[in-house]
């Protein structure tokens, strides 16, 4: 299986579209898009609200599942994302969800806890702490790997996490 995660495009159309286009089984948009609900270039994302996006039409959080996993995805605003990942961690126990994704620090990162994997693709078009604009592959069978790829579509760095069928 195979997803796309980005995040806090801020209005920036083109790096949505583009990165819209690639091929997966599901694309997301972990919030502050800036964009309206009904615009065209989302559909067929799913996608939350972020602290920037002003349409309230978008929901706070997503639950879907990917193959065999639950994916539950937030802004992380809502979450203290920037300070710890408690908040996520317990939300996400008591979803039973297999992967998070977030987004709101504009820093891109993956982490395994307790057989969670937690996903922040980083931002497309504003990053943070001198690091490139960037989205996420996650892809996933036996193992779990990770793509931070920059607007290029060149990967940035690769985190493969292994043994994870069934973990939980």
């Given at each position: 299986m195979r997803v796309i995660v980005m995040s806090d495009s801020h209005g920036d159309k083109e790096t949505v579209n583009a990165v819209s286009a690639l091929q997966a089984d599901a694309i997301f948009h972990c919030g502050d898009s800036e964009l309206a609900w009904d615009d065209t270039l989302l559909t067929n994302i799913h996608i939350v609200k972020g602290n920037c996006d002003r349409d309230h039409r978008f929901p706070d959080s997503v639950i879907?599942?990917?193959?065999?996993?639950?994916?539950?995805m937030v802004h992380g605003h809502e979450h203290d994302c920037k300070r710890t990942m408690l908040p996520l961690y317990y939300h996400?126990?008591?979803l039973?969800?297999?992967i998070v994704l977030f987004g709101h620090s504009h820093s891109y990162g993956?982490?395994?806890?307790d057989?969670?994997?937690?996903?922040?693709?980083?931002?497309?078009?504003?990053?943070?702490?001198?690091?490139?604009?960037?989205?996420?592959e996650i892809e996933w069978e036996d193992n779990y790997r990770v793509y931070f790829k920059n607007m290029s579509m060149e990967t940035v760095i690769t985190v493969e996490i292994k043994n994870i069928a069934n973990n939980r």
């Open positions: 879907v599942e990917v193959g065999s996993k639950k994916i539950w996400a126990l008591e039973g969800a297999d993956a982490e395994l806890r057989g969670i994997l937690f996903v922040n693709p980083g931002s497309t078009i504003l990053p943070r702490e001198g690091k490139q604009p960037t989205f996420a």
